[in-house]
């Protein structure tokens, strides 16, 4: 980026420094005036590694028992970001005894003594939210046996951040930093005495982030399901907090919280999880169905087209497709290339899925989880249906270049079931073809059929097309069509290599078949997942071929082995360990 943009970057260091620094000036505050029903979900279990000394956070994985956090020395600004936002409170918060409500109070006051005066990396806008709600929302869990002066100095921190956040939360980026920002304050003035007239201009800028940011779909500009999550429930979490506090919710807002929900419903697959697009996991378990349940809006998108991803469901069966163009400029710098690209989940068990993002294991394994081929979809002679720009000088991340711009789509009825149909030109100005594909999911939600073409359609894109089969001396342009399964998934390839048997954990048995025109393997794939301190071996189906003339198609499907009863009693469950490897 510019040396302009690098300014700007250390402008706003200094000017948060400058206010974190002014508002230790700040009277005060002495109590709640009210104080918001804690709404966070921590992990059991995650509490429990905590006070064990297993600091976990973006990734990267501290052991230092017995070792104050702030004492650690920290690997990189994620894993920083992760513990001054303190949302790790929420976890001590779920486990809830004396052990864990005594290292949250070990932990807050030294914060408080260490950077309490302005200092340190956690006075960011976004970080302060989040780090403000946190406090706000456990305040009786850390308060309990603190004499008065603890108290007194934990108000006046409360106090400080405040007033430093009604100062500096426009300076966020759009987004979610900016509705933590803005969230965090409005938390503080409706809860702590002599702040009150701090709510109502946040209120305000919320109700306009709202009408800015969340499109009539009822998505974001970074097509990011698990941060659209995010966004819903801070916003669920300050209406919930304006209306106990006898207060008006503006109807921007409202609106907002209207159309999201739908949306991701959209976005759920039936285990609850969110679908893995963009940047964005899974979410953590219940999140979601706890998130729209206290939203109360029970709507649903009647053509199941959300935010740029279709939706296809049946029986126990969901799929979700990234119908759309990706995110663009700056939204696109989690962006991933996987136009056409599609999850399938059957019950609670994914069967087919993307690599997800790799952003938690260092910048290679990133860049790699956004190319086309750590999706479920074609990739045609080596190339992504969109290429990564130059990196940022300030972020290091990339913007998502040369991407497709005409994604036309159709959802209809099918004889037997629900059809899906799209196409993108992500390849037509290196190659001259059109990727195409349909996908039908029976009305039982037993059996999909899929078809993937590759098109040279207007006369341009022929002679584009025969340049390049020159070049390739009329050997064909390779393509692969790939299918990423989940780690749980047992595969198998089947009846003299024409077909892939999958076992779930639940008991269900998947076939996957092909038209017999390409090459079928079965090959190492890796599952990139939040929370754990590598990637984990997967399997991936590969359909491999080449292109010879102006159309080229491609049919397979997936279905249950015959065998397989129509409901099954799914009562396996995964706890997640005590640290995830």
Not at 156 to 173: D, G, I, Y
Not at 406 to 415: D, L, N, Q, R
Not at 424 to 448: I, S
Not at 543 to 568: C, F, H, N, P
Request: with cysteine; proline share 5%; charged share 25%.
């Amino acid at each position: 980026m510019s040396t302009r943009y690098g300014f700007s970057e250390r402008k706003a260091r200094f000017l948060n420094r400058w206010h974190a620094a002014r508002a230790t000036r700040a009277k005060a505050a002495t109590a709640f005036v009210s104080a918001p029903e804690p709404r966070t979900i921590g992990s059991f279990a995650k509490g429990r590694q905590l006070v064990a000394g297993n600091y976990l956070f973006a990734g990267a994985l501290i052991e230092a028992p017995e070792t104050v956090i702030w004492d650690v020395d920290m690997p990189d600004r994620a894993f920083e970001d992760a513990v001054h936002g303190f949302a790790w409170m929420d976890d001590l918060a779920a486990v809830g005894d004396l052990s864990t409500r005594t290292v949250g109070q070990t932990w807050l006051w030294g914060w408080i003594d260490r950077y309490g005066r302005g200092r340190g990396p956690g006075w960011t806008p976004d970080l302060t939210g989040r780090r403000l709600i946190r406090w706000i929302n456990h305040a009786l869990f850390v308060l309990r046996g603190q004499e008065a002066d603890q108290a007194e100095r934990f108000y006046r921190s409360l106090a400080q951040q405040t007033e430093f956040l009604s100062k500096r939360w426009h300076a966020a980026p759009p987004g979610l930093s900016r509705f933590e920002a803005l969230t965090g304050l409005i938390y503080a003035g409706l809860s702590l005495e002599g702040k009150e007239a701090l709510a109502p201009p946040a209120v305000t800028a919320l109700a306009r982030e709202c009408a800015d940011q969340i499109d009539e779909q009822g998505g974001l500009p970074t097509r990011n399901p698990e941060e659209l999550l995010e966004v819903f429930t801070l916003l669920t979490w300050a209406a919930a907090a304006l209306t106990e506090t006898g207060h008006d919710v503006p109807q921007p807002h409202l609106s907002a919280i209207e159309r999201i929900a739908p949306t991701l419903r959209t976005l759920r697959h039936s285990d609850g999880s969110l679908a893995r697009f963009h940047g964005g996991g899974r979410g953590q378990e219940g999140w979601l169905d706890h998130a729209l349940a206290a939203s109360g809006i029970r709507t649903r998108q009647p053509d199941g087209l959300s935010m740029g991803y279709a939706r296809l469901s049946a029986g126990r069966t969901s799929v979700i497709i990234d119908a759309a163009t990706p995110p663009e400029a700056i939204a696109s710098h989690n962006a991933h290339a996987s136009t056409l690209a599609f999850e399938l989940t059957s019950g609670r068990r994914p069967l087919i899925v993307n690599c997800g993002s790799g952003i938690s294991f260092g910048a290679d394994w990133r860049r790699a989880g956004r190319a086309t081929p750590s999706h479920s979809v074609l990739s045609l002679d080596g190339y992504s249906s969109a290429r990564l720009g130059d990196a940022d000088r300030i972020t290091a991340r990339e913007a998502l270049i040369d991407a497709p711009d005409h994604v036309p789509i159709e959802v209809s009825h099918a004889p037997d079931g629900l059809r899906f149909q799209g196409g993108h030109n992500g390849y037509v100005g290196t190659h001259g073809l059109t990727h195409a594909r349909q996908l039908e999911l029976t009305f039982d939600g037993r059996g999909m059929a899929g078809e993937d073409m590759l098109l040279a359609l207007e006369d341009s894109e022929k002679r584009l097309f025969d340049k390049v089969m020159d070049a390739k001396r009329l050997a064909g342009v390779p393509f692969d069509i790939r299918f990423h399964l989940h780690p749980e998934v047992d595969a198998a390839i089947d009846m003299g290599g024409a077909a892939v048997s999958m076992a779930l954990k639940s008991g269900e048995i998947w076939v996957f078949r092909h038209d017999g025109t390409q090459t079928l393997t079965l090959e190492p794939s890796v599952y990139l997942e939040k929370g754990r301190l590598k990637p984990r071996a997967a399997e991936q189906i590969v359909l491999t071929g080449r292109a010879m003339d102006y159309a080229t198609r491609v049919r397979w499907s997936l279905s249950k082995a015959q065998e397989t009863a129509m409901g099954i009693r799914d009562l396996n469950r995964d706890e997640p360990g005590e640290i995830y490897e």
